[in-house]
């Protein structure tokens, strides 16, 4: 890793999504840094349309069968509540977490497994009461299906067999989140915004010399910070490490009258096969999955190896309508998301979609994130692997990351999450990750295949 004696005098952030535009923020308000030069490089005009963190709503709760990241959500919590959540960019309405199964079979474990802990952590970690909301609970069990349809009752369908609500979760507007932070970000003054897509990272033997970008321009910085989520694959061989996949979601319009009907109703997420609804705002209601995805092989130069090796590796990276305007959601993830709004909310099950797209993970094989210097290049320092569950973190993670980018050893910070994100010690067999993480839907899908069979 790279060890500072002094302010570094340059540092070159490459995206800015949660991560990269956190890490901003938390740079430019550290006073050490005042005399440095810190440059934040987007590929498109702000924010970008295909960004991961570019949506109608993400899920912000603190319920994980991971103590480390429910504890971290008390922190971030904080922020959603005060004036990072404000003028709609957060709403508390609650999570309500459910299996579909009657009885648990082996195939339903994980499901199980992953509630139970969550609802252990949000107990142990956040000290909510429980009981009914009428009474005060902040926390209720779901014993039964009739406790479910007691909280979900108004979607008309069947939303489970058991589970819990979490009433201190909730979700937020996704861009309009990220847009404040931005502003934010750019009333301290301290930050160099520029729009230009990088081609190619130049490696020396030991550290990147230049960031190259597509009009041939090369900048130079004393450290370079890839926060380029699931394209990040195309800037550095991560084969093993992390991968991009593909995530269905759809959109459909509802009536006034339906957005009053569903408009307070807790987000739903179905653990056995991931597959969600948030609150609806603005008559338009999200359905989507949290799933193993789609992977999308391309075969491109080694990233790492000079142009003239000739050398060339296949990685998984996103295919989003930026680059190709005639991309549908697979038949699959429409099937998905059809079955779903049947079973919960019939009336809704045959309305056109008014819009389906595919959103990319940085997948990493447990589910946690990669922040951590290069292994190899000593002034390259990575902040990806977001595997689905980083967006929640936008107003806590750019500091955690400084954090990590100063610290003068591996152990210095301590605690569960500093060595969960630290690059692996060996990468995984499969240059392509299916993530171990907890997921619903069928693992091994490949975006071309899937399309395929669509026609």
């Not at 308000?29 to 570019?54: C, M, V, W, Y």
């Not at 992953?114 to 014993?143: F, I, P, T, W």
């Not at 937020?172 to 970000?185: C, K, L, S, T």
Request: net charge negative.
């Amino acid at each position: 890793m790279f060890t500072f004696n002094h302010p570094p005098s340059s540092i070159l952030i490459v995206g800015s999504g949660v991560f990269g535009l956190s890490t901003a923020k938390a740079l430019a308000e550290n006073p050490t840094l005042h005399k440095t030069q810190i440059t934040l490089l987007e590929r498109f005009d702000f924010p970008a349309p295909d960004g991961s963190s570019i949506d109608s709503s993400r899920i912000v709760r603190p319920d994980y069968a991971d103590g480390a990241y429910a504890s971290l959500m008390i922190e971030a919590h904080r922020h959603w509540r005060g004036d990072l959540g404000k003028q709609g960019r957060y709403t508390e309405s609650g999570l309500c977490i459910v299996t579909s199964e009657e009885s648990f079979d082996d195939s339903a474990q994980g499901a199980r497994t992953y509630m139970e802990k969550a609802l252990e952590n949000v107990k142990a970690r956040l000290g909510l009461s429980c009981g009914r909301r009428e009474d005060g609970g902040q926390l209720e069990s779901l014993h039964d299906p009739d406790d479910v349809q007691r909280i979900m009752g108004s979607m008309g369908g069947d939303c489970g067999k058991r589970g819990y609500v979490n009433w201190t979760s909730g979700w937020a507007d996704a861009e309009a989140g990220v847009r404040y932070v931005r502003e934010q970000v750019e009333k301290t003054n301290r930050i160099n915004f520029r729009t230009a897509e990088v081609k190619r990272l130049q490696f020396g033997p030991d550290r990147v010399e230049g960031v190259e970008l597509s009009s041939g321009e090369i900048l130079t910085a004393d450290l370079v910070v890839l926060a380029t989520g699931a394209w990040t694959p195309r800037l550095v061989d991560l084969r093993g490490v992390a991968s991009a996949t593909g995530q269905a979601v759809a959109y459909i319009d509802i009536t006034p009258d339906e957005q009053l009907r569903l408009g307070s109703n807790p987000t739903l997420i179905c653990e056995s096969n991931g597959m969600f609804i948030i609150q609806p705002r603005n008559n338009l209601l999200k359905v989507a999955r949290h799933g193993y995805g789609y992977a999308n092989f391309v075969t491109f130069p080694h990233p790492e190896k000079p142009l003239e090796s000739g050398e060339q590796i296949t990685a998984s990276l996103p295919r989003t309508k930026c680059n190709d305007e005639t991309l549908q959601l697979p038949a699959e993830g429409i099937k998905a998301c059809r079955e779903y709004l049947a079973t919960t909310n019939p009336s809704l099950a045959q309305r056109p979609f008014k819009e389906t797209k595919i959103c990319w993970y940085t997948d990493t094989p447990s589910g946690n994130w990669l922040i951590d210097y290069h292994p190899k290049y000593k002034n390259l320092f990575l902040a990806t692997g977001g595997s689905g569950h980083g967006y929640k973190f936008l107003p806590v993670i750019g500091s955690r990351i400084v954090d990590v980018i100063f610290a003068h050893d591996r152990d210095a910070l301590g605690g569960e999450l500093r060595h969960k994100w630290q690059w692996p010690e060996m990468r995984s067999k499969e240059d392509h990750i299916w993530t171990d993480d907890w997921r619903g839907g069928r693992k091994g899908m490949v975006l071309d295949e899937e399309l395929a069979k669509t026609l």
